[in-house]
């Protein structure tokens, strides 16, 4: 019996990857999400040993996407991996909410089969774009059943990150992600996937589709205004992640508000402007440590963990665990 090639799946949502500037040499001025996903597969060599089929399912500059965005590509993508006819799904999106993108389906999706996110620094019709490279590579790593193992993952710039440690960590640069304290989980070089950690696949923990619980940020900086933590109270927020100095501190003369709100309701998790580095500070009785996730990626796990309704007594091991499993 012959076996047919692998057939992945393209879901492309706009981004730079799909922007389109009035010169190649523009790499900032730009529109993001402006081409469609059949002219940015048009870019790819042709490959014989990997079918591809591509569906446009947004087109959005990804500073615009919202919850609800990140809910419906969960329901996209849980059909994706449930169709036969699909090996492998890769998601284009914009950089720039990227890692808040991954997370989530991280969170939400159980995955029998690769998914991949990729995105690009430079648009589409820049000179030396980085797009059909990132693209191209995803769709090689969607294509390795062993990458279904790894959970969800991002290719940028010939590497592969797990979505629990991804982040933008520069403003243009084409090597803009990294995975702080972890590392890549691999790289992908002329269509070699080696993996450098082994495989970790944790089950999805929330059901994706669950009105998410409204939760802001706030960064602590000399002289903040009292008035942010009303701000967020009067705004409906059901939880609040401080984004504090060093290992989680709070100014003095916010710490005492971030009590009384949390007294009334409010779960508050105090997570580390720093960007990187676990937070676990003594003395902290009352408030939620946000432990290793970042800011952005806190806020994702207690939209969810509220909306399902977790108890604020398991709150903590909850952190603890999504942060080191
Ligand atoms: C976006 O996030 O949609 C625009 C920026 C980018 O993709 O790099």
């Given at each position: ?47 014989d040993?990997?079918r591809l ?70 648009p ?12 191209l ?17 991002a ?47 944790p ?12 939760v ?47 007294r ?15 937070v ?13 996730l ?8 207690l ?22 499993e």
């Amino acid at each position: 019996m012959t076996r047919r090639p692998p057939a992945v799946r393209i879901l492309a949502t706009g981004g730079t990857i799909a922007g389109a500037a009035p010169s190649p040499c523009d790499t900032s001025g730009y529109r993001a999400g402006a081409l469609p996903v059949d002219e940015l597969l048009a870019a790819l060599p042709a490959l014989d040993d990997i079918r591809l089929d591509a569906r446009q399912l947004a087109s959005l500059d990804s500073k615009d996407a919202l919850p609800g965005f990140w809910q419906m590509l969960a329901g996209e993508l849980a059909r994706a991996q449930a169709d036969p006819d699909v090996d492998g799904v890769v998601l284009t999106h914009g950089t720039d909410t990227l890692e808040e993108t991954a997370w989530f389906l991280h969170l939400t999706l159980a995955l029998a089969k690769p998914l991949v996110v990729t995105g690009a620094m430079r648009p589409a019709t820049a000179a030396s774009a980085d797009g059909p490279m990132n693209l191209l590579q995803a769709v090689q790593v969607a294509a390795c059943p062993q990458a279904a193992r790894h959970g969800v993952l991002a290719v940028l710039n010939g590497r592969i990150h797990r979505a629990r440690h991804l982040r933008k960590a520069h403003t243009h640069r084409v090597d803009a992600f990294d995975s702080p304290e972890a590392g890549p989980a691999g790289f992908i070089q002329d269509g070699y996937v080696g993996w450098l950690s082994p495989a970790h696949r944790p089950a999805p923990r929330f059901a994706p589709e669950t009105p998410l619980a409204p939760v802001d940020i706030l960064f602590d900086y000399p002289g903040i205004s009292t008035a942010m933590v009303d701000a967020v109270l009067r705004g409906g927020a059901r939880g609040l992640v401080w984004a504090g100095y060093g290992n989680g501190s709070i100014s003095d003369r916010i710490e005492p508000l971030l009590r009384e709100a949390g007294r009334q309701g409010l779960a508050v998790v105090l997570a580390t402007r720093t960007g990187a580095g676990r937070v676990g500070r003594p003395g902290t009785d009352g408030f939620i440590q946000a432990a290793g996730l970042d800011p952005y990626k806190a806020r994702i796990a207690l939209m969810l963990a509220l909306a399902a309704g977790i108890p604020p007594s398991d709150l903590q091991s909850l952190f603890d665990t999504l942060s080191y499993e």
